[in-house]
């Protein structure tokens, strides 16, 4: 019984990842109906790839057992390789969606969910409940695979859409197949545990900088400004109050999907929910990962009144927020070219081929 919840479990955080992912997409979400075929399709032909390299393996007297932690690098080649062989794969699915460098890294975490959901189903029903590691593989598993795969996902936009991406290609599969195989190793042995916080860290922290490069780098990015300035006649609604003149009439309105913010008309300045707040700098200035730690208060009298980036402030217990739109605008443009000039400095940028 405890073993079918488990796989339950892992199939919950499957569904919640896709969901994830949709948000990670923020100027232009790819088709829902095309992800789901991604993961199905590429968890699939990813699985099979792998396990016939393992059986190539095999037939060389190669074996991967838990007395030798050095065969894991076996492991995480071999199923970084199949996911990657997945995507390519699935080209004929995706060729039409892949307009914007986020699209890669998106269609990548699909194919490593299907691969981490089938592999979850297969090692829960093969391993005993006694097994004091079960658990933890099966719920850290899957988003462990998706962070791994998504630097190959970039790479393999920027190689079947210009000539001098297939180095970075190389590089992104050589680094997801050690982080991989680091990965294996750490979690197999019951005394390595606390080392695998690092690997986690490190695989997130990796995943958001990438993710907020793709973002900035999007043909479909638009600034918050541009946002404002495209409505004629935006529609009157009941107001949020006004954090800087304290006008709670109703306002102005622009909203468009997640993000609904209202202009003061008394002062001029925005105002939104602080939860709208972070999905502005998540969308308009590149940045993912948790901004909460980023917050500073305004001063040590008002200890509810916080600071994000320049322009803003919101009031955690009445979780409204303010922003001038000239100032905070410039501030979340200023985060783009800042997550762009970061990125391009490390040495997988180096090869990258700009169109």
Request: proline share 5%.
């Amino acid at each position: 019984m405890l073993k079918l919840i488990l796989i339950a479990l892992s199939f919950l955080f499957g569904i919640l990842s896709i969901r994830k992912l949709r948000k990670y997409d923020v100027h232009e979400a790819e088709p829902f109906w095309k992800m789901v075929a991604v993961t199905i399709w590429g968890g699939l032909v990813s699985i099979v790839i792998s396990l016939f390299l393992y059986s190539v393996l095999s037939s060389q007297d190669v074996s991967i057992h838990d007395g030798a932690p050095f065969s894991y690098f076996f492991v995480g080649f071999i199923e970084e390789l199949g996911k990657l062989a997945a995507l390519f794969i699935c080209w004929p699915i995706i060729r039409n969606e892949m307009d914007e460098p986020t699209d890669g890294p998106i269609y990548m975490a699909c194919v490593a969910l299907g691969f981490s959901l089938i592999e979850n189903y297969f090692y829960a029903a093969a391993t005993p409940m006694s097994s004091p590691l079960i658990a933890v593989r099966l719920i850290i598993c899957t988003p462990m695979h998706i962070a791994f795969s998504m630097m190959m996902g970039l790479a393999f936009f920027w190689a079947t859409k210009f000539k001098g991406g297939w180095g970075v290609l190389l590089g992104a599969y050589i680094v997801a197949g050690i982080y991989h195989a680091l990965y294996d190793i750490f979690v197999s042995y019951w005394y390595l545990l606390p080392g695998l916080y690092l690997i986690i860290k490190g695989a997130y922290r990796w995943m958001h900088q990438l993710l907020g490069y793709t973002t900035a780098q999007s043909p479909f990015r638009t600034s918050l400004s541009d946002f404002v300035y495209s409505f004629q006649s935006p529609e009157t609604e009941p107001g949020l109050e006004c954090l800087d003149c304290g006008n709670p009439a109703p306002k102005p309105t622009y909203e468009r999907g997640r993000i609904r913010i209202q202009k003061c008309e008394e002062c001029g300045a925005f105002a939104c929910t602080s939860k709208t707040l972070y999905q502005l700098v998540h969308h308009y200035g590149s940045i993912f990962g948790k901004l909460k730690k980023q917050a500073k208060p305004v001063s040590k009298l008002r200890k509810n009144l916080y600071v994000l980036i320049k322009g803003n402030k919101f009031d955690r217990r009445k979780k409204v927020a303010c922003f001038d739109l000239s100032t905070f605008n410039d501030a979340l443009e200023e985060m783009n070219r800042s997550v762009i000039t970061r990125t391009e400095k490390k040495w997988w940028c180096v090869w990258k081929c700009t169109s």
